[in-house]
């Protein structure tokens, strides 16, 4: 039997068949020895900043010798993305050892149409066995969609829940409003376990603060208790310098460097040293030295990731990647953007956008910070229909050159004579970008 096959044939199923139950993971777990339970586990839910969270908390534990595992959301280039211990993502044979052990005890699984688990769930059930069969000293774990129903809420009792920054995002499943998207964020808070949450907007706070409080869990929020404050930015070598203040502990952090752009990567790093802070006793080996070594090297790619290139005449253009998928997203992308030298050099942005997603909000968005957009024609099923797309830009910024391209060769032909060219709007579009490129070295 060929288990990737059967797991590629399982893909479809990722969005199309969400089920708002934990029953047939909880199930297939329990068959399996409920591997998520025999490891710490550090939880983090949220709408944005989830991944940035985690790849920083991942990369300090890794550097200060913990044996250390990651699982995010969704892959760029490859599903082995997904799920790594320190250096390493699975392979494919580690992957087909863990199905194959998981079929033998589940048989009536091998048939893909009766199949009850999701493609999420099932990768989800790989991550949670392989590193239990690794001996991991921690894992990292990363909420897919949501919160309560996610496959990832089926640890019984992680260490901390971490909540990033909430906002409207996949609302057909997760709710019209802002609260009751929060509420399914909120799901993840356990009883007596401590949360570590961003500033909200003041509905959303309520919520978790109430959630928190049901389960008696203590809660840190940053702004109130904690926090980053940015000392200067250097967009030549891609760095930020920032002091983080713990109010409550009086702790002063001076000068941390990290490789990752934008103010909301402070937010991001606030909740990862807080974090860290919380687990102090548990994980006494982190120190001072390793969070500046690990802040300091940390890649994320499809994260305001700029690269230099020749354009398709020989000229000099910098190219910008961001994965940045709701109006959230983009407006922590202009922000950042307004404070680096690519901004007022009229840049060109190519975009696609998921059909879940505030596309007409995110047009608007766009609409501010170039007089040039480019839609991109994907192949994806899930992405809008351009022409939706360019009649919202035609009524709404009739100022604007607005073009559809097919064919990613096509598209860098189009913007040759840009300077700086921002690809934005979905990460699955990001991933296609840098795989044309040859930017596949995403670790």
Known sequence: MN?????????????????????????????????????????????????????????????????????????LLKYNERIRVNNNFIKDAETCTVIKSFLKENPAYKNINVC???????????AFKYFELQKVDIAVIEVGLGGRFDATNTVEKPLVSVITTIDYD???????????IAKEKAGIIKPSICVVSS?????????LKQEAGKQKAKIYVSGHEFGCLL???????????FNYIDIKNKTLIKNIEISIMGAHQLINAGLALKTLDVLKNQFKRVNEAYIRKAFSKVFWPARLQVIKRKSTSGKNQTIIIDGAHNPNGLRALILALKTSPYLYQKPAVVTAVMKE????DMMALLSIITKRIILYKTSNKRAVDTNILYNILKKNAPEIKVSTVEGLKKVFEAVENHKIVIFTGSLYFCAEVLEYLGKTDVK
């Not at 997603?357 to 007409?360: A, D, E, G, Q």
């Open 3 to 75: 288990y990737i096959k059967w797991l590629n044939k399982l893909a479809s199923k990722e969005y199309s068949s969400l089920n708002p139950s934990l029953t047939n993971i909880a199930a297939a777990l329990k068959n399996f020895g409920n591997p998520q339970n025999q490891y710490p586990v550090i939880h983090i839910a949220g709408t944005n900043g989830k991944g940035s969270t985690a790849r920083l908390l991942f990369e300090v534990l890794k550097q200060s010798g913990y044996k250390t595992a990651l699982y995010t959301s969704p892959h």
């Open 116 to 126: 009850p688990l999701t493609y999420f769930e099932l990768i989800t059930l790989i």
């Open 170 to 180: 996949h609302m057909e499943l997760l709710g019209n409003n802002i609260k009751a």
């Open 199 to 207: 500033m909200q907007i003041q509905e959303v706070q309520n919520v």
């Open 231 to 241: 000392l200067k930015e250097d967009w030549e070598k891609n760095t930020q310098q």
């Open 357 to 360: 997603k505030k596309y007409f």
